[in-house]
């Protein structure tokens, strides 16, 4: 049973910078795409971004695309959201999810994290 625990996140002003790391246990993340997911209170769960298994192709939703970058490394079974010029509408619970399958996005994620928040506030 894989199982993925989120963190990283917390309080960043305007501009500001976290990395989010999705860490793996249980399984191997190699063959696992990993998708990065946030929903703030009120709106409906958004996919980020995510990276697929096999050549690393990654995909970002406009909303961060320049802004937000996903890495993947497999010998640590770890996922990370690099997140720059962060601004308040960033603000939301952030989720990993991991689906065995070599190419993202997917329609549908099997595994997900607990999440963690990421508050953009000055």
């Known amino acids: 049973q894989l199982q993925l625990v989120e963190s990283g996140g917390g309080l960043v002003q305007p501009g500001g910078s976290l990395r989010l790391s999705c860490a793996a246990s249980?399984?191997?993340?190699?063959?696992?795409?990993i998708g990065w997911f946030r929903q703030a209170p009120g709106k409906e769960r958004e996919e980020v971004s995510c990276i697929s298994s096999t050549d690393g192709s990654t995909y970002y939703a406009d909303s961060v695309k320049g802004r937000f970058t996903i890495s993947r490394d497999n010998a640590k079974n770890t996922v990370y959201l690099q997140m720059n010029s962060l601004k308040p509408e960033d603000t939301a619970v952030y989720y990993c999810?991991?689906?065995?399958?070599?190419?993202?996005?997917?329609?549908?994620?099997?595994?997900w994290g607990q999440g963690t928040q990421v508050t953009v506030s000055s």
């Open positions: 249980g399984l191997t993340l190699d063959y696992y795409a």
């Open positions: 999810a991991a689906e065995y399958s070599s190419s993202c996005p997917v329609t549908g994620y099997a595994y």
